[in-house]
């Protein structure tokens, strides 16, 4: 995002998934992807999350704090597709979130979250910090108190 800025230039956040969802679609199966999102509402989504370190979001709150700042244009796809990429770049119809600066924009209203899957989650293997250790004292930043 800093050098976006730096540069004047797009942020691009090649990752796992393909866009920006309002809940975690590994958990809730009903999620719905982002065509397109604003900074306030993507502000919004990353803290309900809980953004932390070691945390699985897409982006994080300093990241979302420089986009909102500048008015950067971001786009947030799946880096395993670059064919998809390329449509972006190309500026051509692509699967992904576009980030942008939308004026009176509706918030995600809490009615609109999915419900969580009756499905039992698999396991997942413990992390290697014990309680106790730093990330359980985190607390995650107002971005309003953040200065860049």
Not at 34 to 58: A, C, H, M, R, T
Request: glycine share 8%.
């Amino acid at each position: 995002a800093l050098l976006a800025e730096y540069l004047g230039g797009t942020f691009v956040n090649l990752t796992n998934v393909d866009g920006i969802y309002n809940a975690d679609p590994r958990d809730y199966p009903d999620a719905h992807r982002f065509d397109e999102i604003g900074y306030d509402n993507l502000i919004s989504l990353i803290q309900e999350s809980g953004s932390k370190p070691g945390q699985n979001v897409v982006l994080d709150l300093a990241c979302c704090m420089i986009l909102k700042r500048s008015k950067i244009l971001g786009a947030v796809m799946d880096g395993a597709d670059l064919g998809n990429f390329s449509n972006f770049v190309n500026n051509l119809s692509f699967t992904g979130t576009l980030i942008k600066d939308i004026e009176n924009e509706t918030p995600v209203a809490e009615s609109e979250k999915p419900k969580k899957s009756s499905k039992k989650k698999v396991l997942k293997k413990k992390s290697a910090y014990k309680k106790g250790s730093w990330r359980d004292e985190y607390e995650t930043p107002d971005p309003r108190d953040i200065k860049f």
